[in-house]
């Protein structure tokens, strides 16, 4: 394993790889390198990031860092279902994790195209974090794309109290004040 991240640090994957894997052949109870053969893969988008998180989280069920990689996985490769599942485990095993609901709510809304279900997620993600100026962002577009300009509007201008000249808060205003003309 102490070879195999040393490896990684060099750029040799392919070599890294192979000692990941017989550090877990020697111990199926090797939580990091299940992990870090999740990541690897997953950077890939292969099928096998999720057989290598999924027997990381056997092993540790509630691991925020597996979850959250366990769940982008499934966003990356477009299985939606599994990373909203995937999402609301997060949610629960760690109540104040922004990233779970803010992440369900990017699904629905740039995926899915159902921005009134994005919403509420958004606004969850907002009640772990006040300051996340994104979910601010995110939740005023899909205002936006809902029709609802007055929300939107409050959002952009919330997003950007908290990140002064956040290109996209000041893009959604602009839009915003093209439809009022």
């Known amino acids: 394993y102490t070879r195999a991240i040393a490896l990684l640090e060099q750029g040799d994957t392919i070599r890294a790889v192979d000692d990941l894997r017989k550090a877990v052949d020697k111990n199926q109870e090797f939580y990091e390198a299940f992990v870090q053969l999740g990541e690897l893969y997953s950077k890939k988008k292969d099928p096998m990031a999720a057989l290598y998180l999924q027997n990381a989280l056997n092993l540790r069920p509630k691991s925020r860092e597996t979850l959250y990689l366990l769940g982008m996985y499934y966003q990356e490769t477009y299985q939606f279902e599994k990373a909203i599942s995937t999402y609301q485990i997060l949610a629960e095993a760690?109540?104040?994790?922004r990233e779970a609901p803010y992440n369900i709510g990017y699904i629905y809304l740039v995926y899915q195209k159902d921005f009134k279900k994005a919403i509420p997620f958004f606004s969850e993600s907002l009640k772990k974090d006040p300051g996340y100026y994104q979910a601010y962002f995110n939740r005023g577009y899909a205002?936006?794309?809902?029709?609802?300009?007055?929300?939107a509007y409050e959002d952009y201008q919330k997003?950007?109290?908290?990140?002064?000249?956040y290109d996209k808060a000041i893009d959604g205003l602009n839009r915003l004040d093209r439809l009022k003309k």
């Open 159 to 165: 997003s950007l109290k908290i990140k002064v000249n």
């Open 94 to 97: 760690d109540t104040a994790f």
């Open 143 to 151: 205002y936006e794309l809902a029709g609802d300009y007055k929300k």
